[in-house]
């Protein structure tokens, strides 16, 4: 079955920590993989995006994520957290010959708490 | 600015009525989507459509429609069959040849 996993469902990290929020996935075709924040009571905002290439991709805010297929992850990191950075994060992972199908496939999301 | 637009931010509605949800995309992209989001269940997708006069139920569609008479327009109608539909809905929409989806600023319906 298709799926995306995110093991925690919240975080603290303290202002100017590194972070390290982690995603797994399972899915059959070669994956399409994104990272969106969530600001409360917000819309989704794209952080960044796999399709090829480079497996270390860099985002929007400072952040970047490793594509791993052999440990089919994720991760999303950044070097040193600002107290801005607090959000949701989604994970989620789409089919590279989408043709048709566009949808995507959601982990359940990672709380990010900053203490300054 | 290119951009979705949802509306209302918020909406209050009383059991037993039926309600609609306004998703509007000047960003000319083919597919839209719509999202029930409940704390600690990520998103949910209700139903989805990829071209104009054609829309696909998603995973949890009872108790919802849509419409899709304009490449622009998505709205969503929460019925009265819809047994918990107080929840946070946010419209998405992607372009023809991408996955990548673009996000509205979210309705949160509140039914009393």
């Known amino acids: 079955a298709q799926s995306v996993t995110q093991p925690d469902i919240h975080i603290t990290v303290s202002e100017g920590a590194s972070l390290e929020l982690r995603c797994n996935y399972s899915?059959?075709?070669?994956?399409?993989l994104f990272w969106y924040v969530q600001s409360p009571g917000q819309g989704l905002q794209l952080l960044l995006k796999y399709f090829s290439g480079d497996t270390l991709v860099q985002g929007i805010k400072g952040f970047e994520a490793e594509f791993k297929r052999s440990q089919s992850s994720f991760n999303l990191r950044k070097p040193s957290v600002h107290w801005s950075d607090a959000a949701e994060y989604f994970c989620?992972?789409?089919?590279?010959?989408?043709?048709?199908?566009?949808?995507?496939?959601w982990g359940l999301g990672t709380s990010l708490a900053v203490n300054p | 600015d290119g951009g979705i637009t949802q509306s209302p931010k918020y909406l209050f509605r009383k059991e037993g009525q039926n309600v609609t949800l306004s998703c509007e995309q000047n960003?000319?992209?083919?597919?839209m989507y719509w999202y029930r989001q409940d704390p600690g269940q990520g998103l949910r997708l209700i139903y989805y459509?990829?071209?104009?006069?054609?829309?696909q139920k998603g995973d949890i569609a009872e108790g919802y429609s849509v419409s899709r008479e304009k490449k622009e327009s998505f709205p969503l109608t929460v019925t009265s069959a819809q047994k918990n539909p107080t929840a946070f809905y946010l419209c998405?929409?992607?372009?023809?040849?991408?996955?990548?989806?673009?996000f509205g600023p979210g309705t949160r319906l509140t039914v009393l």
């Open positions: 459509s990829q071209i104009v006069n054609d829309f």
């Open positions: 989620a992972v789409g089919a590279s010959n989408a043709g048709n199908n566009r949808k995507l496939i």
């Open positions: 998405a929409s992607s372009p023809t040849s991408g996955l990548v989806q673009f």
């Open positions: 960003l000319n992209h083919d597919a």
């Open positions: 899915y059959g075709a070669t994956p399409y």
